[in-house]
């Protein structure tokens, strides 16, 4: 085999070299990812320029590149919490949060990448104690659930605003209350429901009876009014109006054979 030029050797070398430090020098960012340049001979981390973003990068292989996911992210946590009367209460929340991509390098510098064991979870522990303490177990099982979940997370998000991350939002996913404080709490819910149950049908039951009542005495009235007005000679009219009718009727057949005590006419036979 041919040695190679003494000339070609170097050019050979240097190829080789270069290869090996852009292979050290290169950076892929992937999808939902940015990336924090430090500069070893440059001041450290770069915070007064934007992250690196998706794709390759080629880099001083004596700087670093530190990549943080920048989408959404969602965390679950059980919490033990206490009520305003001091019972335990278990809550089971969970949070949605990503990092604030334009600060992340101040970021990296001054909390690092891991921000959610440092930050965010303590801060929406203690925003739960904070909330959870100013209800009763029985708010917190029926009608107050939607209240805590904005409160833990205005207090939270108040807080982690400062931090340079996102919280888009944290969501009670479930409440446990002690097996006896949540049977009692049942009967009691229980309990108020038959009695507005009955209180519905007791008011029902009076008001058809003052309907009844109502109903009644208007026609006691038009009675009353009707008989007032009745005299002999109406009744004698109406009745000459409706023997006139009957006669005048093709099916019927009128004999008239004298008059009544009041003078009216007497009608036998029809057809």
């Known amino acids: 085999m041919e040695k190679l030029p003494k000339v070609g050797l170097p050019i050979l070398l240097g190829i080789i070299l270069t290869i090996v430090i852009i292979a050290k020098s290169a950076v892929t960012i992937g999808s939902g990812e940015a990336g924090v340049l430090y500069k070893t001979f440059g001041g450290g981390v ?35 919490v206490l009520s305003s009367n001091g019972l335990d209460i278990q809550l089971d929340a969970s949070a949605w949060y990503k990092p604030d991509e334009k600060n992340l390098g101040k ?66 996913r479930d409440v446990t209350l002690p097996p006896t404080i949540k049977e009692a709490i049942e009967r009691k819910l229980k ?47 109406k009745g000459i109006e409706a023997t006139n009718k009957l006669a005048e009727s093709p099916n019927s057949k009128v004999v008239v054979i004298g008059s009544g005590e009041s003078g009216m006419p007497i009608i036998l036979g029809n057809q």
């Open 46 to 80: 770069v915070t007064d320029e934007p992250p690196l973003g998706e794709g390759f990068h080629i880099v001083a292989p004596w700087n670093k590149v530190y990549i943080y996911e920048v989408r959404r992210q969602e965390i679950f946590e059980k919490m033990k």
């Open 107 to 172: 970021l990296h510098q001054e909390i690092g990448d891991n921000y959610l064991n440092r930050i965010i979870l303590p801060t929406i522990r203690s925003a739960a104690r904070s909330v959870v303490g100013r209800y009763t177990p029985e708010q917190l099982y029926s009608s107050k659930r939607d209240a805590i979940q904005k409160e833990i997370f205005e207090e939270t998000k108040k807080i982690v605003d400062e931090q340079y991350i996102v919280l888009d939002e944290i969501l009670v």
């Open 191 to 237: 309990q108020e429901q038959e009695s507005l149950e009955y209180e519905f049908r007791l008011v029902t039951a009076q008001k058809e009876a003052e309907r009844q009542r109502i109903e009644a005495q208007g026609k006691a009235d038009a009675n009353r009014i009707l008989s007032a007005s009745l005299t002999d000679k109406i009744l004698q009219d």
